[in-house]
Antibody, heavy 118, light 106 residues
Framework: QVQLQESGPGLVKPSETLSLTCAVS?????????WGWIRQPPGKGLEWIGN???????YYNPSLKSRVTISVDTSKNQFSLKLRSVTAADTAVYYC???????????WGQGILVTVSS | SYELTQPPSVSVSPGQTASITCSGD??????VCWYQQKSGQSPVLVIY???NRPSGIPERFSGSNSGNTATLTISGTQAIDEADYYC?????????FGTGTKVTVL
């Protein structure tokens, strides 16, 4: 059974960089699939942040592309998100996810709330 | 950028049928999936590739996709189906979500 678990600081100061990691168990990242990040501001809808393919190719939401980096560490079987220059608008629950071949997400992390505040 | 539009809310009586639409340009040319999200929980996939149900999802959930509109139908709606529902399509190697629909079972 594939399991994903987000970790990282729950509080980030404005203008700083939000950094999260997703640990994957039950499947080797290097074996395939996209690995992605999705977020949800409190009381609002879901927003796709971006994906990384197991080989390292990345694809980002155009609205966030200038501030986002997603990377993978196959030795630790985990992937990471960095979002630079955060503001209060980046406060959200951040989910890591594994999209399947046609884009549907069958596996989600439990989510981690990140608050941007001084 | 590509946009998917859903009605903000749908109300349904227990046992009746709820239909949730998702509209986007030439959406019928793409695969659409649907998620159910209950308060405080991660989304759960209920329909993938337009019409398929994952293992464990009740048969009362069904989907269709044609033209510019995809539809999630919940037949014989139960109180436990009260939740937010999101459509999602795969566009140029990344996902796009719909605006979300809150289903209330009255």
């Amino acid at each position: 059974q594939v399991q994903l678990q987000e970790s990282g600081p729950g509080l980030v100061k404005p203008s700083e960089t939000l950094s999260l990691t997703c640990a994957v168990s039950g499947y080797s990242i290097s074996s395939g699939y996209y690995w992605g990040w999705i977020r949800q501001p409190p009381g609002k809808g879901l927003e796709w942040i971006g994906n990384i393919y197991h080989g390292g190719s990345t694809y980002y939401n155009p609205s966030l592309k200038s501030r986002v980096t997603i990377s993978v560490d196959t030795s630790k079987n985990q992937f990471s998100l960095k979002l630079r220059s955060v503001t209060a608008a980046d406060t959200a629950v951040y989910y890591c996810a594994r999209p399947d071949v046609r884009g549907e997400v069958g596996y989600w992390g439990q989510g981690i709330l990140v608050t941007v505040s001084s | 950028s590509y946009e998917l539009t859903q009605p903000p809310s749908v109300s349904v009586s227990p046992g009746q049928t709820a239909s949730i639409t998702c509209s986007g340009d030439k959406l019928g040319d793409k695969y659409v999936c649907w998620y159910q999200q209950k308060s405080g929980q991660s989304p759960v996939l209920v329909i993938y590739q337009d019409t398929n149900r994952p293992s464990g999802i009740p048969e009362r959930f069904s989907g269709s996709n044609s033209g510019n509109t995809a539809t999630l139908t919940i037949s014989g709606t139960q109180a436990i189906d009260e939740a937010d529902y999101y459509c999602q399509a795969w566009v140029s190697t990344t996902g796009v979500f719909g605006t979300g629909t809150k289903v209330t079972v009255l």
